[in-house]
């Protein structure tokens, strides 16, 4: 055989042998769900929500039996508001693999919003088991306090809470909770130092800055609410949190030239969910062409 046919001869069996290949490695279920989430994770760190859940979706059909696509479908619909399909989600990652705690976290975090006993008992025996394997995840602890508080169960979910707090000094969901069974109780210096120390275990988190700031607001103290809404946007000056704060209070005490200028702030911020709320504040201030310039400015 020449030379030249054996060398055509090799390459089209190397072809043939790599295009083989190539076609096993697109039908291998395994490959083709790790590709669909990677690419699903990349959009939902671009906030592309609406890819990532076609994404995630592609891949929960590659692999239907492994829960791991179903959770990060829970994610994405999570981010998106779509919290029935993201119950749903959650609720089939967990029966694929009652051991994924990162699906029955986020189940029991959205199934303790209802006001079902039926609902309750369903998160409180979810986070019962979470906290079995990991006894001090502050995330379920905080979580399975507020189901107990729900059911009536207020010494238990203190006790949940208290643990929390004790591992974890800066874990705000703890410290929220707690502040709000102390307000419950009346019990205002309780809650306040509560959330304060939260402050100075992390006093760099705007978090925390704007929950001690809310605080003042539903205990009426707005000079140490506006104090703390102060600091949070000295540290992070476009926070929409801290700037939505800062222009409602300005608003409620008749300051509506500084509310003027802090919404529009607020509403030239990256976050969708505050757009409006320039054109909203000069509609209730009856500055209708204006409002209507605004709306028609960010659309």
Do not use: W
Request: proline fraction near 5%; charged fraction near 25%; charge should be positive.
């Amino acid at each position: 055989m020449p030379l030249s046919v054996f060398r055509s001869s090799v390459t089209l069996v190397l072809l043939f042998a790599g295009s083989a290949v190539l076609t096993n490695c697109s039908r291998d279920p395994a490959l083709q769900e790790a590709q669909y989430l990677k690419r699903g994770k990349e959009l939902f760190d671009k906030q592309d929500y609406s890819r990532a859940i076609l994404e995630f979706s592609n891949a929960s059909k590659a692999m239907p039996k492994d829960a791991e696509p179903h959770y990060q479908l829970g994610l994405a619909n999570l981010a998106a508001n779509r919290t029935p399909q993201a119950v749903s989600s959650f609720r089939r990652a967990a029966q694929l693999d009652p051991n994924h705690t990162g699906a029955q976290l986020k189940l029991a975090e959205l199934l303790v919003q209802s006001r079902y006993p039926e609902v309750l008992h369903d998160a409180e025996s979810r986070l019962t088991a979470i906290l079995n394997t990991t006894p001090d995840d502050p995330d379920a602890l905080s979580t399975l306090a507020i189901a107990r508080l729900k059911l009536g169960k207020g010494e238990e979910a203190e006790q949940n809470l208290q643990l929390a707090l004790k591992k974890f000094p800066a874990h705000l969901a703890s410290a929220a909770t707690m502040a709000a069974l102390k307000l419950s109780k009346r019990d205002l210096a309780g809650a306040e130092a509560v959330l304060k120390e939260v402050v100075a275990q992390a006093p760099k988190s705007p978090e925390a800055g704007i929950a001690l700031a809310h605080f003042y607001l539903v205990v009426r103290k707005q000079p140490e609410a506006e104090a703390e809404i102060a600091r949070v946007l000295q540290m992070e000056p476009g926070n929409p949190q801290a700037l939505a704060t800062l222009a409602s209070l300005q608003e409620s005490r008749q300051q509506y030239t500084e509310a003027d200028g802090t919404y529009r702030k607020l509403a030239a911020s990256k976050d969708l969910a505050y757009a409006g709320t320039h054109a909203l504040f000069l509609l209730r201030r009856q500055r209708y062409d204006e409002a209507i310039d605004r709306k028609s400015t960010r659309l």
